[in-house]
């Protein structure tokens, strides 16, 4: 089975940085290159939201809430998917997760149902 691992999070001030990394494994058929991918994020009682996404080819599209301050990458190389975060403010305080579209070789849902397989998450918090 396909599987996410995220690392990167923890404690930061307002205005900080921090990258969050997401390696992928359990690829069969398709490779890691062959995936859009994308980072989303769950503020406390709140809901899921999107942040990042990464086509197959590589372009990247950002939600409002992460333009200007987060760049996310593919790593092929390393199966890993890369999110570089920014000026941090308080409200960017969540849990981030990586998620992988259903299906290789297709386009980006910018919906978490666009996605099938999902890591257990890194905590992010900004203060």
């Known amino acids: 089975d396909m599987q996410l691992v995220e690392s990167g999070g923890g404690s930061v001030q307002t205005g900080g940085s921090l990258r969050l990394s997401c390696v992928a494994s359990?690829?069969?058929?398709?490779?890691?290159?062959?995936?859009?991918m994308a980072w989303f994020r769950r503020p406390l009682g709140k809901e899921r939201e999107g942040v990042a996404y990464v086509e197959t080819d590589g372009r990247t599209i950002y939600e409002d809430s992460a333009k200007g301050r987060f760049t996310t990458s593919k790593g092929n190389a390393k199966n890993t998917l890369y999110l570089q975060m920014t000026n941090l403010k308080a409200e960017d305080t969540a849990m981030y997760y990586c998620a992988q579209c259903w299906i290789a070789r297709t386009s980006v849902v910018r919906r978490p149902g666009g996605f099938g397989t999902w890591g257990q998450g890194t905590q992010v918090t900004v203060s």
């Open positions: 359990g690829f069969t058929k398709y490779s890691f290159s062959d995936y859009c």
